[in-house]
């Protein structure tokens, strides 16, 4: 799942979409600064709300030091991607 993340941001929030190198991301916006990863846990733990499942269901797969990352989300249905391109295309409500 391709994230695109603003750190240091006035509020957290999830959704909207970025065209970035690891195709269309879902912009997640965090109050965490991008310092020693702790922009890239409150990502994780802000997804990881955002589709319902549990913070050690998302782990990183790319990017610990960008601002694009990719994380891998384990879970048993489609009903987590369906969430995902909501959040991410504004498809419906979130």
Excluded: C, Q, W
């Amino acid at each position: 799942m391709a994230v695109r993340v603003r750190p240091g941001a006035g509020r957290d929030r999830v959704g909207g979409r970025y065209d970035g190198p690891h195709g269309a991301a879902l912009v997640i916006a965090v109050g965490a600064p991008a310092v020693d990863g702790k922009a890239t846990e409150a990502v994780r733990r802000a997804l990881a709300g955002a589709l319902g499942v549990r913070p050690a269901a998302v782990t990183l797969k790319l990017g610990a030091t960008s601002r694009d990352k990719v994380f891998t989300v384990i879970t048993d249905g489609d009903e987590v991607r369906t969430r995902m391109i909501t959040l991410r295309d504004g498809n419906g409500p979130a």
